[in-house]
């Protein structure tokens, strides 16, 4: 029931503040562009379009949530509230990941890629460890440019080496880099097991991060340790 409370509470909250507007009218744009590029370009030019915008919406936007959630005091109820760190976690992963795959089913569909379920799976991948490093960034900064400032080491970490893959300039064994799996799902193409194997380990190391980064940023609001 808490769950379902703060999944739906997120999504209150992301449709208050215009998630959901800007990433229709993201959507019409992203569209637009796929079809007016040469058919053969079109699941490529899907595939960079997904992966660096829908599936990694939690990396660009986890920063504002959390600092208006701190603006209101939010943190101080979660702290003394029954709510877990994981149901936290959880909604946010979970409602930030809705959104990511509508918009991807609406590219990919644009695009008629082949594979849809591989795209919409890695798309849900890659967004849930997109926002569990944002989590894990965001309970620790006090304002957006230093929010930014922390996530520009993981945008070069993680998109120059996914785009390098993408057109297969890198070598044979970085097929094997999560975030490079992660790619090759949101292209539509099966990933290997051990591929998926190395994804899961990271989402459960990232989860168990970013649990222990939130019980630290509300066991210390206000200032004091609680």
């Given at each position: 029931?808490r769950?379902r409370?703060l999944?739906l509470?997120?999504?209150?909250?992301?449709a208050?503040?215009?998630?959901?507007?800007?990433?229709?009218?993201?959507?019409?744009i992203?569209?637009?562009?796929?079809?007016a590029?040469?058919?053969?370009?079109?699941?490529?030019?899907a595939?960079i379009l997904i992966?660096?915008d829908?599936a990694?919406?939690?990396l660009?936007?986890?920063?504002?949530?959390v600092?208006?959630?701190?603006s209101?005091?939010?943190?101080c109820?979660?702290a003394?509230?029954p709510v877990?760190p994981?149901?936290?976690i959880v909604?946010?992963v979970?409602?930030l990941?809705a959104?990511?795959?509508v918009?991807?089913?609406?590219?990919?569909?644009?695009?008629?890629?082949?594979?849809?379920y591989?795209?919409l799976?890695?798309?849900?991948?890659?967004?849930a460890?997109?926002?569990?490093l944002?989590?894990?960034?965001a309970?620790?900064i006090?304002?957006?440019n230093?929010?930014i400032?922390?996530?520009?080491?993981?945008e070069?970490v993680?998109f120059?080496?996914a785009?390098l893959?993408?057109f297969?300039i890198?070598?044979?064994?970085?097929q094997y880099?999560?975030?490079n799996?992660?790619?090759?799902?949101v292209s539509?193409?099966a990933?290997?097991?051990i591929?998926?194997?190395i994804?899961?380990?990271?989402?459960?190391?990232l989860?168990?991060?970013?649990?222990?980064?939130?019980l630290k940023?509300?066991?210390?609001?206000?200032?004091?340790k609680?």
């Amino acid at each position: 029931m808490r769950l379902r409370s703060l999944f739906l509470w997120d999504m209150h909250f992301q449709a208050k503040y215009g998630f959901y507007f800007l990433y229709a009218v993201l959507t019409i744009i992203y569209a637009i562009a796929i079809f007016a590029v040469p058919e053969d370009w079109k699941e490529k030019t899907a595939a960079i379009l997904i992966f660096s915008d829908p599936a990694s919406m939690g990396l660009f936007f986890m920063g504002a949530i959390v600092l208006l959630e701190k603006s209101q005091h939010t943190p101080c109820a979660f702290a003394v509230s029954p709510v877990r760190p994981t149901e936290y976690i959880v909604a946010k992963v979970g409602s930030l990941s809705a959104i990511s795959l509508v918009v991807a089913t609406a590219l990919a569909l644009a695009a008629s890629v082949t594979n849809l379920y591989i795209v919409l799976l890695g798309t849900i991948i890659s967004s849930a460890i997109f926002t569990l490093l944002a989590i894990i960034v965001a309970t620790k900064i006090v304002s957006l440019n230093q929010f930014i400032l922390w996530t520009i080491p993981i945008e070069i970490v993680c998109f120059v080496p996914a785009l390098l893959h993408l057109f297969k300039i890198t070598p044979a064994w970085l097929q094997y880099y999560p975030i490079n799996v992660c790619m090759e799902m949101v292209s539509g193409h099966a990933p290997s097991v051990i591929g998926i194997f190395i994804v899961i380990a990271l989402i459960a190391i990232l989860f168990v991060l970013s649990k222990f980064c939130v019980l630290k940023m509300w066991s210390s609001m206000g200032g004091v340790k609680l």
